[in-house]
């Protein structure tokens, strides 16, 4: 094993650039596949270093490039993914380095995930004789916009050339206190597929319904009879969630109108019940539909696989983790329903996607991913390297 003191005495040096990368990300953020400033600030970083083979422009905005220890051994090839995608929000943080692109924002932590694999890059860069075989970094645009970055840079052979083996990557975690390490085995996010519903009936004035076929009241059936795709068909000991997030008709209040329209986000970790969702949700509202005098016509979108972590990957990020941050402070993660398109990665290579506490209550860091107010405690950066450094070098090295 290398050794973690060494590791966190050279990052602790490393945190002032951290820093002052990760602010400079969070006040110039820009949307998924966008990321066009992201990139080449990250490229000229990559020069900098001297990293080897630095391609930009992968799935439009993505950039990767190559370290290559001196150190005799295995000579394995490693992955080390972040995403650089912000949101579409408003910040409402008044800091120094909120957002200067008003209605753009760092609100998930990408700036502090593309900060911390510059940070990697430097590290490795200053430590080659310590390690065996190559690193690649891999800055992935647009995380949050389906179909998403990391499968345009899959199609485009960023697991190639050379041939990657094991796959890395982190998120930050503001529901856990700064100085955790999470980690899960097996499934942690769900798959996330949507759908759009479109019922056709056939308006009218409201006082005279029986001259009508109302689509509020066949799109309220549905809405209903959806929740029993989960309660009835789903088996109990499984975890799946349809939510219905958008129903919209209408214009006016004595008007029955000619279409309804509904949205929904359906989330899944079983192969088989991913497609028992997709199947009920299409016989329900169609049959439904049919039932009232009206027409369904359903359109079902499958986004991101589940995002399901290697065994033996997920334990050495756990022993990666222990020795940064103590044994007591690495959590078990359950799996959750939200979703991730480092899956795309997982699907391929054997690997582990683990996340760092950076929720600080004393120092007002509360809120959580997605929010105006969203913000880090900057001290995770400094765990989340540590242990990604940790744990690249011990996969190398055995
Ligand atoms: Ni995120």
């Not at 991101?304 to 941050?325: F, H, I, K, S």
């Amino acid at each position: 094993m290398p050794q973690v003191e060494e590791i966190r005495k050279e990052v602790d040096e490393l945190m002032p650039g951290l820093v002052a990368d990760r602010r400079h990300l969070h006040e110039h953020p820009e949307l998924g596949f966008q990321e066009f400033e992201t990139a080449e600030f990250v490229r000229q970083r990559l020069e900098q270093l001297g990293v080897e083979d630095i391609r930009t422009g992968i799935g439009v905005t993505g950039v990767t490039g190559l370290i290559t220890g001196t150190k005799p051994g295995p000579g394995k090839n490693v992955l080390v993914r972040a995403d650089m995608d912000a949101l579409p929000i408003l910040e409402e943080n008044d800091v120094e380095y909120k957002s200067q692109n008003p209605g753009v924002m760092h609100a998930c932590g990408h700036d502090a995930h593309t900060a911390i694999l510059m940070g990697l890059a430097r590290y490795l860069s200053d430590n080659k004789d310590k390690f065996s075989g190559t690193v690649k970094l891999c800055f992935q645009p647009a995380e949050e916009l389906p179909p998403g970055g990391a499968q345009a840079m899959i199609k485009e052979g960023v697991l190639n050339d050379p041939p990657i083996e094991a796959v890395f990557g982190l998120h930050m975690a503001n529901q856990e206190q700064v100085g955790k390490i999470i980690v899960g085995s097996g499934p942690v996010m769900a798959a996330a597929d949507g759908y759009t519903i479109t019922i056709s009936g056939k308006g009218g004035h409201g006082a005279y319904p029986h001259g009508c076929i109302d689509p509020v009241i066949v799109g309220a059936q549905i809405v209903v009879a959806l929740q029993t795709v989960v309660s009835r068909n789903t088996d109990p000991m499984d975890s799946a969630v349809v939510s219905n997030c958008v129903f919209q008709s209408g214009e006016a209040f004595n008007v029955i109108p000619d279409t309804a329209v509904l949205k929904g986000t359906v989330r899944t970790f079983k192969p088989e019940t991913r497609d028992l969702m997709e199947k009920r949700i299409t016989e329900i509202a169609t049959d439904i539909a049919t039932a009232l005098g009206a027409t369904a016509k359903v359109e079902y979108v499958r986004g991101y696989p589940p995002t399901v972590n290697d065994e033996a990957m997920t334990e050495l990020a756990r022993q990666a983790g222990a020795a940064v941050v103590g044994e007591e402070n690495v959590v078990t993660r359950p799996p959750a329903m939200g979703a991730e398109d480092f899956s795309y990665f997982l699907e391929e290579k054997p690997g582990s996607y683990f996340f760092v506490g950076s929720k600080n209550e004393e120092k007002g860091f509360v809120w959580g991913h997605h929010h105006p107010k969203f913000d880090i405690d900057e001290e995770s950066m400094g765990h989340g390297l540590t242990a990604m450094a940790m744990g690249v070098l011990t996969y190398l090295e055995d």
